[in-house]
């Protein structure tokens, strides 16, 4: 798992995209895994948001993924996505259907308890964020 705190970003795809640079960086992703979740948005929608404040971009394994991660982007201005405001970008990458279900389980359970959430929401470097997981 690899975490980076901004303060800002330009749009929603600046966001998507340094995630999936960092993911790159580690081998953990393909280059052309950035554009697979591109093609995804533009098909789709902002269906990557999965609650307030939150989206998770991926792709299919076979879309570039080399192995399993998780690129945590927490922006101290939340970015317009289609509509939503958004401030956490959860980057997955899974070499296989099966492989991913930890961090999924990992997201939801941060999601959902609000003490956790609000860590990350009020982390102010790299080292608080990685604690809250």
Do not use: W
């Not at 690899?2 to 795809?13: G, P």
């Not at 690129?71 to 970015?79: G, R, Y």
């Amino acid at each position: 798992m690899f975490v980076k705190i901004i303060e800002k970003v330009d749009d929603y795809l600046q966001a998507i995209k340094m995630s999936c640079d960092i993911l790159e960086e580690q081998g953990v992703i393909e280059k052309r895994y950035y554009n697979s979740i591109v093609d995804k948005i533009e098909e789709f929608g902002p269906y990557f948001c999965i609650a307030d404040g939150v989206c998770m971009p991926h792709a299919r394994p076979e879309d570039g993924a080399i192995t399993e991660g998780l690129c945590v982007l927490k922006l101290d201005e939340p970015v317009d996505f289609m509509g939503k405001k958004v401030n956490v970008f959860f980057t997955l990458a899974a070499k296989d259907n099966e492989s991913h279900l930890g961090f999924l389980r990992k997201i939801a359970e941060v999601c959902m308890n609000k003490e956790k959430f609000n860590k990350i929401i009020k982390s102010k470097n790299e080292k608080e964020l990685m604690e809250v997981f």
